[in-house]
């Protein structure tokens, strides 16, 4: 995931002559890791600095839809990856988040093409991955109050609209400003450290996690309250 603000959004990726979208992934040597497997795929896509969290298993008998030897031979360029990917597989689904800024994306292991869609934008999605990345969203929800998700989506320095916003995409729904700018200054997980102006020439003030604060509040799960 990464979040362009206010979006929350998800990397997806595309074979040549279909029109489906399908989120990054690869197979597992027999020799390698899980884990080791999930960043060796993701360095394909140009994905490097990220943060990973493993959510779970899918492996419904039929998730896989079956591709004919018609598609194979009309995209014989793929036609090997395509009659790969035709068969059963188990996945081992992990989500990673990162500063979507400062990714440069490539191609993947498996597609011609990387790119980013809003994560409310899942029409196009292939097999059963929109079911994949609605379950993951699910999971952000818990896992935005006690693991550092807004710090890895966020930039090192953001505005409180910002900020907001994140908690808005993740959490699916509007957030009071006041209410929500009294709670996080009081928790004391963000110092304030420049100003700018916005688009309008009003002041801005930029902000930036205070990391033993953040991490700290974590820990003790701390309830959002807004």
Same mark, same amino acid.
């Given at each position: 995931?990464?979040?362009?603000?206010?979006?929350?959004? *998800?990397? *997806?990726? $595309?074979?040549?002559? %279909?029109?489906?979208?399908?989120?990054?992934?690869? %197979?597992?040597?027999?020799?390698?890791?899980?884990?080791? @497997? *999930?960043?060796?795929?993701?360095?394909?896509?140009?994905?490097?600095?990220?943060?990973?969290?493993?959510i779970g298993t899918f492996g419904d008998a039929f998730r896989i839809p079956g591709l004919s030897e018609i598609a194979y031979k009309e995209n014989s360029k793929y036609g090997d990856i395509l009659r790969w990917a035709s068969r059963r597989f188990i996945t081992v689904v992990y989500y990673g988040l990162v500063k979507y800024n400062q990714?440069?994306?490539?191609?993947? @292991?498996? $597609?011609?093409?990387?790119?980013?869609?809003?994560? #409310?934008?899942?029409?196009?999605?292939?097999?059963?991955?929109?079911?994949?990345?609605?379950?993951?969203?699910?999971?952000?929800?818990?896992?935005?109050? !006690?693991?550092?998700? @807004? $710090?890895?989506?966020?930039?090192?320095?953001?505005? =409180? #609209?910002?900020?907001?916003?994140? %908690?808005?995409?993740?959490?699916?729904? !509007?957030?009071?400003?006041?209410?929500?700018?009294?709670?996080?200054?009081?928790?004391?997980? *963000?110092?304030?450290?420049?100003?700018?102006?916005? @688009?309008?020439?009003?002041?801005?003030?930029?902000?930036?996690? #205070?990391?033993?604060?953040?991490?700290?509040?974590?820990?003790?799960?701390?309830? =959002?309250?807004?």
């Open positions: 995931f990464g979040y362009d603000h206010p979006h929350l959004k *998800v990397l *997806v990726q $595309s074979i040549p002559g %279909y029109d489906f979208l399908m989120l990054p992934g690869g %197979y597992i040597k027999c020799e390698e890791n899980v884990e080791d @497997a *999930v960043y060796r795929n993701l360095k394909l896509s140009g994905i490097d600095d990220v943060f990973l969290r493993q990714i440069r994306l490539d191609k993947g @292991a498996i $597609s011609s093409e990387s790119t980013w869609i809003d994560v #409310n934008k899942l029409e196009n999605m292939g097999v059963d991955h929109a079911s994949i990345i609605l379950e993951t969203r699910k999971m952000l929800l818990t896992e935005l109050q !006690n693991h550092p998700v @807004a $710090s890895r989506l966020l930039p090192e320095s953001f505005t =409180f #609209n910002e900020l907001r916003g994140l %908690y808005e995409a993740i959490l699916n729904r !509007n957030i009071d400003r006041g209410t929500f700018r009294r709670k996080i200054l009081k928790q004391g997980i *963000v110092e304030q450290i420049d100003t700018r102006k916005d @688009a309008l020439g009003r002041p801005s003030h930029l902000f930036r996690f #205070n990391e033993e604060l953040y991490l700290k509040s974590l820990s003790e799960e701390t309830k =959002f309250g807004f």
